[in-house]
């Protein structure tokens, strides 16, 4: 079975501009998370979606977007880059819709750096 | 929201020692996962602890749970070079829109030979 992958793997972009980073889950999940991991505040939880519908949001601003399709793909939008929003963003795929209670298969991760 | 707070932030051990990360909440949990990031990698899942009191080992990887479920440890027997990596604990808890996993902040392992 294919792992979760995500695209892109690096990105670069200026302050003020917008990214879209896309995540496909393991065939079958519903259930796709996403985190930002930076080094000063570890794993923070941005949304999860399941089914297309966005179940739980984390602490973050509204510049921070993401949608689900009914093939489960999922992606993120970052809107009005700022330089503290260099991180990487972890997807993370599970099968159930309780997916706190259920192993969590992370992608490799989009490395954003914003210049 | 509620957070899980992991000790130590970093351990350094000579290979062959123990190593031991804990993680505390202030509310009861319901659950709590442990996660392996490799440097350079991603989160790999390594065990969900539900019940009170519940430990569960994986070869040299000994899991608690509290009785309370409120705290949990990862204890490391004979650390081997391989262990390299940082532990995340996660909890279900509680948010502004409802329930998420919420991760720890990790406890990073170095082991030299």
């Known amino acids: 079975k294919a792992g979760v992958t995500q695209t892109p793997r690096y990105l670069i972009k200026t302050r003020g501009q917008q990214v879209t980073l896309s995540c496909s889950p393991i065939?079958?999940?519903?259930?796709v998370s996403w985190y930002q991991q930076t080094p000063g505040q570890g794993l923070q939880f941005l949304f999860e979606y399941f089914s297309e519908t966005q179940r739980n949001k984390g602490n973050f601003p509204g510049r921070f977007s993401g949608r689900q399709f009914s093939n489960s793909r999922s992606e993120m939008n970052v809107s009005t880059l700022e330089l503290g929003d260099s991180a990487l963003y972890l997807c993370a795929s599970s099968f159930s819709r309780t997916s706190g209670y259920n192993e969590q298969f992370f992608g490799p991760g989009t490395r954003l750096t914003v210049l | 929201g509620q957070q899980v707070m992991q000790i130590p932030q970093y351990q350094h051990v000579q290979e062959g020692e123990d190593f031991t990360t804990y993680c505390n909440s202030s509310?009861?949990?319901?659950?709590i996962q442990w996660y392996k990031q490799r440097p350079g990698g991603h989160p790999v899942f390594l065990i969900q602890?539900?019940?009170?009191?519940e430990v569960k080992k994986q070869k040299r990887l000994t899991f608690q749970f509290g009785e309370a479920k409120k705290n949990s440890s990862l204890h490391i027997t004979a650390t081997q070079t391989t262990d390299v990596g940082t532990y995340f604990c996660?909890?279900?808890?509680?948010?502004?829109?409802?329930?998420?996993?919420?991760f720890g902040k990790g406890t990073t392992l170095s082991v030299s030979s």
């Open positions: 996660a909890a279900l808890t509680n948010h502004q829109a409802g329930t998420a996993l919420i």
């Open positions: 065939s079958g999940h519903r259930s």
């Open positions: 602890l539900v019940k009170s009191g």
């Open positions: 509310t009861t949990l319901s659950n």
